[in-house]
């Protein structure tokens, strides 16, 4: 018989049993998780594609990014925010807090570390996790990369031949390099509204593409957190009746949002977010810049034209110097993970919240629940207290005989 492959003895080579879940996804929903496996006395493995934890908010984010919610909505599970940090602490504060975090818990992810393919191997009961250097088998297999893993690049014609810069706001920092610019910002979320605002500071005339209707609410009622207020309000109310009742607080505090071309959902905000994951926008002053003008909404682009020029649903044209995406991310699940259908096409669990994150034969799914950090929190306790069951009844991490 012949010798096997020389990469299939270096995959051989560079294996490695990991006595405990592999974690794929260094970000909070990973550090969660390792993190209450530890407070049990189970260890894991994190694998990590970035050279660095919560890669997305240290590499993808704009500087003047804030927390939407208030900070006791957004700390991870087993340790709180620092007491001197403001209500809504900056991307800056967050990063540090992750970072504290993982040395509070002596987390130590492996870096540069993609997977480029994992797979439950049912004769050895084993995960196969393979990534550009090594292949790692564990029991269980935690799928930590979250819903936000690859930026949305939507299809618009003529887009490829613009000649002015194009970037998704994964790679925008500041308005500064866009100082006195006519930039089209595509899109109306959270992050399109905060990159339409910032441009505004420094005097460039953004014009926001709103393609479908938005929810817009007050960031605060009274000093109050919008959402906290919501949140306790579900303890007594039915969904739609709490909706309405925030709907009512918006239209008091904000005004029309239809005179200004953003149209509302016919669905509730807490309704569609439930349903969908569309987040309603959390207005921090960009409403202001549309009433005074220097924000400008537009309806959906048609075409991008080689002049530099953008043709609208409503028969204007006009030029400009950049565009700007805040089209949002996608999961990337099913590009690595195989043999599982837990998983939609889209890389979402099938099963909706809150029992999104168990599947079969050790899967497990955190940062999926379409319900931010604290939807992550939950997933994450859940997870760890059903592996460390498990891991009771074994030796070493194996069945007791």
Same mark, same amino acid.
């Given at each position: 018989?012949?010798?096997?492959?020389?990469?299939?003895?270096?995959?051989?080579?560079?294996?490695?049993?990991?006595?405990?879940?592999? /974690?794929?996804?260094?970000?909070?929903? +990973?550090?969660?998780?390792a993190?209450?496996?530890?407070?049990?006395?189970?260890?894991?493995? #994190?694998?990590?594609? $970035?050279d660095?934890i919560?890669?997305?908010?240290?590499?993808?984010?704009? &500087?003047?990014?804030?927390?939407?919610?208030?900070?006791?909505?957004?700390?991870?599970?087993?340790?709180s925010?620092?007491?001197?940090?403001?209500?809504?602490?900056?991307?800056?504060?967050?990063?540090?807090?992750?970072?504290s975090?993982?040395?509070?818990?002596?987390?130590?992810?492996?870096?540069?570390?993609?997977?480029?393919?994992?797979?439950?191997?049912?004769?050895?009961?084993?995960?196969?996790v393979?990534?550009?250097?090594?292949?790692?088998?564990?029991?269980?297999?935690?799928?930590a990369?979250?819903?936000n893993?690859?930026? @949305?690049?939507?299809? #618009?014609? +003529?887009?490829?031949?613009?000649?002015?810069?194009? /970037?998704?706001? $994964?790679?925008?920092?500041?308005g500064?390099?866009?100082?006195?610019?006519?930039?089209?910002?595509? +899109?109306?979320?959270n992050?399109?509204?905060?990159?339409?605002?910032?441009?505004?500071?420094?005097?460039?005339?953004?014009?926001?593409?709103v393609?479908?209707?938005?929810?817009?609410?007050?960031?605060?009622?009274?000093g109050?957190?919008?959402?906290?207020?919501?949140?306790?309000?579900?303890?007594?109310?039915?969904?739609?009746?709490?909706?309405?009742?925030?709907?009512?607080?918006?239209?008091?505090?904000?005004? $029309?949002?239809?005179?200004?071309?953003?149209r509302?959902?016919?669905?509730?905000?807490?309704e569609?977010?439930?349903?969908?994951?569309?987040?309603?926008?959390?207005?921090?002053?960009?409403?202001?810049? /549309?009433?005074s003008?220097? #924000?400008?909404?537009m309806e959906?682009?048609r075409e991008i034209t080689?002049?530099?020029?953008?043709?609208?649903?409503d028969?204007?044209e006009?030029?400009?110097?950049? #565009?700007?995406?805040?089209?949002?991310?996608?999961s990337?699940?099913p590009?690595?993970?195989? +043999?599982?259908?837990?998983?939609?096409?889209?890389?979402?669990?099938?099963?909706?919240?809150?029992?999104?994150?168990?599947?079969?034969?050790?899967?497990y799914? @955190?940062?999926?629940?379409?319900?931010?950090?604290?939807?992550? $929190?939950?997933?994450? @306790?859940? /997870?760890?207290?059903?592996?460390? &069951?498990?891991?009771?009844?074994?030796?070493?991490?194996?069945?007791?005989?």
């Open positions: 018989m012949g010798s096997p492959p020389r990469h299939e003895e270096e995959e051989e080579a560079n294996s490695q049993f990991v006595n405990g879940p592999v /974690i794929v996804g260094a970000g909070p929903s +990973g550090l969660a998780v993190a209450c496996l530890l407070e049990h006395g189970v260890s894991s493995l #994190i694998l990590e594609r $970035s660095c919560a890669s997305l908010w240290q590499e993808k984010t704009y &500087d003047r990014l804030k927390l939407h919610l208030p900070k006791h909505f957004c700390q991870l599970p087993l340790l925010f620092p007491q001197n940090f403001p209500k809504y602490p900056t991307k800056y504060q967050f990063i540090s807090y992750m970072e975090y993982a040395k509070h818990f002596s987390i130590g992810p492996k870096f540069k570390q993609s997977v480029s393919r994992a797979e439950y191997d049912f004769v050895t009961g084993l995960w196969r393979q990534t550009q250097d090594s292949v790692y088998y564990s029991r269980w297999l935690v799928v990369t979250g819903e893993a690859e930026p @949305v690049i939507p299809e #618009i014609p +003529g887009m490829e031949s613009f000649p002015g810069p194009v /970037i998704h706001t $994964s790679v925008y920092k500041s500064s390099e866009f100082r006195n610019q006519r930039v089209l910002v595509v +899109g109306c979320g992050s399109g509204m905060e990159v339409s605002l910032d441009l505004c500071r420094y005097n460039a005339s953004p014009h926001m593409v393609r479908n209707s938005v929810h817009v609410l007050p960031r605060e009622v009274f109050l957190s919008t959402f906290a207020i919501a949140i306790e309000l579900l303890k007594w109310l039915p969904i739609k009746v709490v909706d309405k009742l925030l709907l009512l607080v918006a239209n008091f505090t904000l005004g $029309s949002t239809e005179r200004l071309g953003l509302r959902p016919k669905t509730g905000p807490i569609l977010k439930n349903a969908t994951g569309k987040t309603p926008v959390l207005d921090v002053g960009a409403l202001s810049q /549309i009433k003008g220097r #924000i400008e909404v959906g682009v080689r002049r530099g020029s953008a043709k609208f649903m028969g204007q006009k030029e400009f110097d950049s #565009i700007i995406l805040a089209t949002g991310y996608k990337n699940v590009t690595w993970l195989k +043999g599982t259908d837990f998983f939609t096409e889209v890389g979402m669990p099938k099963a909706p919240f809150p029992n999104g994150w168990k599947g079969e034969n050790g899967l799914a @955190v940062g999926f629940t379409r319900r931010g950090i604290l939807g992550t $929190s939950s997933d994450a @306790v859940n /997870i760890a207290r059903d592996i460390v &069951d498990q891991w009771r009844t074994t030796t070493n991490g194996w069945k007791s005989s």
